[in-house]
């Protein structure tokens, strides 16, 4: 039974905001902390938690500095993060697939 | 707080939506259309004062008639200001995509559109002098005597077409339907232009072939910056 998709799910990626947040940095290449508290409609305090448990797990790197004077955190996926996002959707695929497949063959035992 | 975009509940199904949504949402943030259009919509309208004016420079061949010559078109128009044009015009929007980014927070994809751009502007102007001094039929033909492959290659060597592929290379690196769509009317508009021979001896009888384009990109400008979904870049 290991190689059942949701054994291949990472509780780190498999957490619905960090999820997001990857797949924005994986689209935008390089997003700023403000766009992903707008888009994801996220406090300060709770993106930051995010940010840093997917930075302490390698999957992010987090680029602090200033334009003009104003501060800016810049968050880029890295290659592991970029795999790790990979993965992530394909075992969730699979999971879809799988139910779709059980509850088609539960409709077909019924009749 | 929540929002559409991230689900509640953590569901394979939700969160698989919840992505796309995302990177649509993100992919809209990046988009700027209306800009491209604009720059080509310009470059191609100076270029009708530099086709008029820019000197009549070109190989020539003897004519039908004893002791004739007709000269090629001036390859200073193909050769020379659109290849310069284009490569500025590619700066422009490299630039404008940039800062763009930059002010909403996301990074660019937008070099592959811009390294395609130059590529294609480096093989019109070689395309250019090539068919200059390499002619696939003589000055003198006339245009009926063109086959459709001459038609196909002047086609494809026109700055005109150049514009129109790089932006289906745009349209795929920002997804963008509607912008394939007007591509596609563009690239098909110019073909059906390109296939009408104006006969006149005006030094103005190419206007046609520069104005047509240029207005069709106008519009796709105005109608991009006009229709541009909420999250896109606004004009400023």
Known sequence: ?111 | MTHDSVPSANSPRELLTAVSDLTRRVRVAQRGTWFPLLVFAVITLVAIPVERYAPQLGPCQAGPEEGTLVCAASVASTAVYWPVALMLAYAAIAVFYVRQSRQRGLGTPIRPYVVVGVVLAVLLAGASLWLAYHPLAPFSAAPSEFTPTMHAVSWLASPLTVIGFALLVLAWVERHWALLAYTAVYLVIGLVQGGQVIQSSSRWFFLPYLLVPAVVLLLGSAAFALFRPVGEAQPR
């Open chain 1, 1 to 111: 039974m290991t190689d059942h998709p949701a054994n291949g799910l990472d509780d780190v990626v498999h957490q619905r905001v960090r999820l997001g947040i990857m797949a924005i940095a994986h689209q935008a290449r390089q997003v700023e902390f403000g766009f992903l508290r707008t888009t994801l409609q996220l406090t300060a305090g709770n993106l930051g938690q995010h940010l840093t448990v997917l930075e302490k797990a390698e999957l992010i790197q987090i680029e602090k500095g200033y334009e003009g004077k104003r501060p800016r955190t810049w968050v880029t996926l890295t290659p592991a993060g970029q795999t790790a996002l990979r993965e992530e959707i394909a075992h969730l695929k699979r999971l879809i697939q799988e139910v779709e497949q059980a509850e088609t063959a539960e409709t077909t035992g019924d009749r």
